[in-house]
């Protein structure tokens, strides 16, 4: 099984998804549907099971997200794939 989470690894980061722990990660919602039908035409999606959260702490949630992410990259990749 290495070499199938290496390659959901690899999908998943490309997709934007950064790790929180290990076997966690976290993207915005614009992945979703993008990143399900990736993993079902690779047959991973067996693998995954995902998560809505809501940000429920204090500020300007996209300043944050500003700070957490390298938005234009991720930007680049979208447009790109």
Partial sequence: MRSRRHQLR???SGFGFGSMASGVGVAPESALE???KR???LELDQFVD???G???AEGDLRAKVAQ???LAALDAQFVSS
């Fill in 10 to 12: 690899t999908v998943l």
């Fill in 34 to 36: 993008r990143t399900k």
């Fill in 39 to 41: 993993l079902q035409a």
């Fill in 50 to 52: 995902f998560f809505r």
């Fill in 54 to 56: 809501d940000h429920v």
């Fill in 68 to 70: 957490w992410w390298d």
